[in-house]
């Protein structure tokens, strides 16, 4: 009867079993009996969606997971971890998810726990290196032994998509740089800030990874899988090359921003260079109509018909005088 009113595993994006001497995995439909899910030979690869409120029950009925690696994979936190314990290994990973019809710079996390029978991984939203992953074991699984392989290959794609976004980030750069060092002024801010947040996140979220993997590699012989200290190094390795790659372009975009900052400051202190010019020839013609436009009595040049030639006059001389000060003092 329970079988009856869940036909299907809840939250099923995909599964892959892959046995022993095969070159190809075999895809298990969603339909495909839960309790037979591990009993089998080879090892399975279960991809879940947590958008599924059922998908921790389904967990809860999985053998050979423990507690903490159910937490893992059901969990909403975003922040990396990698925890080995118990000949397991689980927790998350950053990756960058993916709409239908186009990548994005959007951060997403994979869950995942892996055992010598299984890799199970959940997710919220599509994440583009998973889909990579399972587009390049469809087509080459002979490699892929054991569960701690898969882990791998997700890893080598995350790579590959941060060196990437390294190759889009860096064209992105030169684009704002040329606008920068180019003599027409132009705020670049706008443009630069997205790439910035992208950058640092990533940077963030890659060192945290390391000193994750770093700290699971020295667990001890008993807690963790064989090989997973030497696929951790491997995996430390390839991260290290593209944490450097990430890194330079952190620190270019600064060196951007601190350029366009620097750009910015001296247009505007051209134009109060400017204003304060124009404030300083305009002020002495200010104070001669100032004192002429007083009501008072016995004003000069209030009688006769030369009156207003005379005060014309003298606010051109002291146009002049100004201009001859400012000359002087080297200010023009």
Do not use: C
Not at 136 to 165: G, W, Y
Request: charged share 25%; net charge negative; hydrophobic share 45%.
């Amino acid at each position: 009867m329970h079988q009856l009113s869940n036909p299907t595993i809840p939250g099923f994006v995909w599964a892959y079993r892959f046995r022993p001497g095969s070159t190809a995995p075999e895809r298990l439909p969603e339909t495909t009996d839960r309790a037979a899910l591990l009993s089998q030979d080879g090892f399975l690869w279960l991809h879940l969606n947590l958008v599924d409120a059922r998908v921790g029950a389904f967990l809860e009925e999985l053998k050979g997971l423990n507690d903490d690696a159910r937490s893992a994979l059901t969990t909403h936190e975003t922040h990396a971890a990698v925890v080995v314990d118990d000949q397991m290994v689980f927790g998350t990973l950053v990756d960058f998810q993916r709409e239908f019809d186009q990548d994005t710079h959007d951060l997403g996390w994979l869950h995942f726990a892996i055992s010598d029978r299984f890799i199970i991984t959940s997710r919220l939203q599509p994440l583009r290196s998973v889909e990579r992953a399972r587009m390049a074991i469809e087509k080459n699984a002979a490699k892929l032994l054991r569960p701690l392989d898969v882990f791998e290959a997700l890893v080598i794609e995350f790579q590959r998509t941060l060196i990437s976004l390294v190759i889009e980030m860096t064209e992105e750069l030169n684009l704002i740089e040329d606008y920068v060092y180019d003599n027409a002024p132009r705020d670049e801010r706008r443009r630069l800030a997205p790439v910035r947040r992208t950058i640092v996140g990533v940077h963030r979220h890659l060192r945290t990874v390391l000193s994750l993997m770093r700290r699971a590699a020295a667990s001890d012989d008993e807690e963790m899988p064989l090989g997973f200290d030497e696929m951790a190094g491997r995996l430390m390795g390839r991260l290290e090359m593209v944490s450097h790659d990430v890194y330079e372009l952190q620190d270019r975009a600064r060196l951007l921003h601190e350029e366009i900052d620097s750009k910015l400051s001296s247009e505007i202190n051209r134009h109060l260079y400017i204003l304060s010019i124009m404030t300083a020839l305009v002020l002495p013609p200010t104070l001669v109509t100032g004192f002429f436009g007083m009501n008072t009595s016995s004003l000069p040049f209030s009688t006769g018909s030369s009156g207003t030639g005379y005060a014309v006059a003298i606010i051109a001389a002291s146009i002049l005088i100004a201009w001859w000060l400012l000359k002087r003092a080297d200010i023009v």
